[in-house]
């Protein structure tokens, strides 16, 4: 497919044409992706004279009536957190607290309370391959809420454990 050719037209023609006097705005009918390393938003035409900004995963930015848009940092709801406890010498466990990772959790902090635990982002993760923690040290993640992002811990001695504490 062969590249067009640049446009002759004037920029400042394009725009007359585009705006809308009366009311102050843009004429348009677009659909674009926005990529860009981390971020990726996808704009579509919406209902009436609307324009849905979404992820690419199709999480959709929320627009109050008032035209305002709220932007959040930090926890909205509450986490959950436990004790893992590893009893088995040199076996893998995912850390999280219960039977699965809290949904959507966005953060994932582990503090080794015995010596000889290692992390790692995969099952595979051994005392040698693994990241040491040590006694008391916290590790803390940032993670997507969407991905499958796992951390998992094993340790060098049997009993030994870590707080846990998954965050929305």
Avoid: C, H
Avoid at 88 to 107: F, H, I, P
Avoid at 115 to 144: A, E, K, R
């Amino acid at each position: 497919m062969v590249a067009p050719l640049p446009s002759k037209l004037d920029q400042r023609q394009i725009l007359q044409g585009v705006y809308d006097e009366d009311r102050g705005l843009l004429r348009t009918s677009v659909t674009s992706t926005i990529v860009n390393a981390d971020i990726a938003v996808a704009i579509d035409s919406a209902t009436g004279d609307n324009v849905a900004i979404k992820s690419l995963a199709g999480i959709e930015l929320k627009i109050n009536p008032t035209g305002s848009i709220d932007v959040v940092e930090g926890v909205k709801t509450g986490g959950v957190y436990g004790n893992l406890s590893m009893v088995t010498a040199n076996t893998q466990y995912e850390a999280k607290v219960g039977a699965s990772a809290l949904t959507s959790r966005k953060a994932l902090f582990v503090t080794a309370t015995s010596t000889g635990i290692y992390w790692g982002t995969d099952i595979s993760v051994t005392t040698s391959t693994g990241t040491p923690l040590m006694n008391n040290q916290t590790l803390s993640i940032t993670i997507d809420p969407n991905s499958t992002f796992k951390v998992f811990l094993v340790s060098s001695n049997a009993s030994s454990s870590a707080r846990i504490v998954e965050v929305p």
